[in-house]
């Protein structure tokens, strides 16, 4: 009897955990390039009161056995890196990626960070930073005089000075892809971080070897589906529901059991 509360109590600890899953997902529906949780759960341990296959009386064969299953739990949490809605803002710095890669930026650090939100500005210097201030990388300086700025879906910047009618390059921006980007840590802000499971990052240009296309003006918003949460929420709700209903039930027949006179 006591084995059904423990049991239970794995369910309901799932569960809980699944829940701040799904709020996490709705709490960032309009944060750009975000990219939607999902929980995998898998049972754990059985205990074995008896083996299939064992010899039983008379010579035959046990058929199924006995086995008894302790709960459940979550086995990963994982990204799901399909992309979201592209909307326009008709904002010059704003980019999004249509299909593989990140943006790169460099952290306080020194170290590379990876980032599917396009909502660029600019510091002092001209420098094309995110919404953090972390510069892209590689480097991208908008000349002081520049009175307009234009981004090839190939990544090339070109930038329109004052008293000129021919644009100027000056930089190009490179997106890195991983073999298994549901492998990368996720560091807040937007941002990815390299993991041995992710891989080691392959870099290039927007448009070639596989890599997505850049859209000027165009923003990736988030992957999150409100109606698909919203069902993933009550499904949670009521598993959360029923295991504290098997608890209960298991206490009952404890106090049952406790309530028995010789």
Sequence with gaps: MIRSLWTAATGMEAQQLNMDVIANNLANVNSNGFKKSRADFQDILYQTSKLAGATAAGGGEVPTGIQVGLGSKVAAVQKVFTIGDIRATNNELDLAIEGEGFFQVTQ??????????????????????????????????????????????????????????????????????FSNPAGLKSLGHNLYGETVSSGAPETGIPGENGMGTISQGYLEGSNVSIMEEMVNMIAGQRAYEINSKAIQTADEMLQMANGLIR
Aim: hydrophobic content about 35%; cysteine-free; overall charge negative.
């Design 108 to 177: 306080p650090n020194g170290e590379v960070a990876y980032s599917r939100g396009g909502a660029m500005k600019m510091d002092s210097t001209g420098r094309l930073v995110t919404s953090e201030g972390l510069a892209i990388e590689p480097e991208v300086v908008i000349p002081a005089g520049a009175t307009q700025i234009s981004i090839g879906s190939d990544g090339i910047v070109e930038v329109l000075e004052d008293g000129s009618n021919t644009p100027t390059e000056v930089g190009t921006l490179e997106l890195a892809r």
